[in-house]
């Protein structure tokens, strides 16, 4: 979707926000969308912004604790040894600012592509308070239990957090609606990409028409 503006008019952009548990792939797949696009689009992941409370506001439950994770961000070992994060006031307040981070940056022309795994009980609000106004979609990101825990346990970056996959799995998508889906068991994400790149093409032929 090309745009034409004027120097004192800016024609915000879109949103893409892909939502999935920890090692599904949406990393690798936002930079997919990226490659794939004729325009230019942004890429904004979770992390960017999370990891701005590392190490003083993040305990990891059986790892290393943190005198101040209640108020951050406080991984929990659940009796079986998965992985699922609870998230104190400043927690909130850092995911509050990174999703109108986001509006704002789409409010300002660019086209972005967000990489998240919500896991705060006002995610949901947040981004819909966020994006209105804006043209978005929501992308739930699938992929086998299996396959993101054999991914999960070759990240070099995950030792400490193995389970995560399977404690978010489900409560990543607890009260979110979604526009669309795409699975990636089987690793295709030229297909996927292909997918989201559609239903934002054809949104804007239906826009113009």
Same mark, same amino acid.
């Given at each position: 979707?090309?745009?034409?503006? &004027?120097? #004192?008019?800016? !024609?915000?952009?879109?949103?893409?926000?892909?939502?999935? &548990?920890?090692?599904?792939?949406?990393?690798?797949?936002?930079?997919?969308?990226?490659?794939?696009? %004729?325009?230019?689009?942004?890429? !904004?992941?979770?992390? #960017?912004?999370?990891?701005?409370?590392?190490?003083?506001?993040?305990?990891?439950?059986?790892?290393?604790?943190?005198?101040?994770?209640?108020?951050?961000?406080?991984?929990?070992?659940?009796?079986?040894?998965?992985?699922? @994060?609870? *998230?104190?006031?400043?927690?909130?307040?850092?995911?509050?600012?990174?999703?109108?981070?986001?509006? +704002?940056?789409?409010?300002?022309?660019?086209? !972005?592509?967000?990489?998240?795994? %919500?896991?705060?009980?006002?995610? @949901?609000?947040?981004?819909? &308070?966020?994006? +209105?106004?804006?043209?978005?979609?929501?992308?739930? *990101?699938?992929?086998?239990?299996?396959?993101?825990?054999?991914?999960? $346990?070759?990240?070099?970056? $995950?030792?400490?957090?193995?389970?995560?996959? $399977?404690?978010?799995?489900?409560?990543?998508? +607890?009260? @979110?609606?979604?526009?669309? &889906? *795409?699975?990636?068991?089987?690793?295709?994400? #030229?297909?996927?990409?292909?997918? *989201?790149?559609?239903?934002?093409?054809?949104?804007?032929?239906?826009? $113009?028409?």
């Amino acid at each position: 979707m090309s745009r034409v503006q &004027t120097q #004192d008019e800016v !024609v915000a952009g879109r949103v893409i926000v892909l939502n999935g &548990t920890a090692s599904a792939g949406k990393t690798s797949l936002a930079h997919a969308i990226q490659q794939a696009a %004729t325009d230019l689009w942004v890429i !904004v992941s979770q992390d #960017d912004f999370a990891q701005n409370l590392v190490p003083r506001w993040v305990a990891v439950e059986g790892a290393f604790e943190a005198a101040q994770g209640g108020d951050g961000f406080h991984f929990v070992r659940d009796e079986n040894g998965h992985l699922h @994060v609870e *998230v104190g006031a400043i927690g909130r307040r850092m995911l509050r600012g990174y999703r109108f981070a986001v509006a +704002a940056i789409a409010h300002a022309g660019n086209d !972005v592509i967000v990489d998240e795994c %919500t896991f705060d009980p006002d995610g @949901v609000d947040d981004w819909n &308070t966020a994006l +209105a106004g804006l043209r978005s979609w929501s992308v739930r *990101v699938e992929c086998d239990l299996d396959v993101c825990e054999q991914r999960e $346990r070759a990240r070099p970056d $995950r030792a400490q957090l193995q389970g995560l996959a $399977r404690g978010q799995y489900e409560r990543t998508h +607890a009260g @979110v609606s979604y526009d669309l &889906t *795409v699975d990636l068991t089987n690793g295709d994400l #030229d297909r996927a990409a292909a997918t *989201v790149l559609s239903a934002v093409s054809s949104a804007a032929l239906e826009d $113009r028409g």
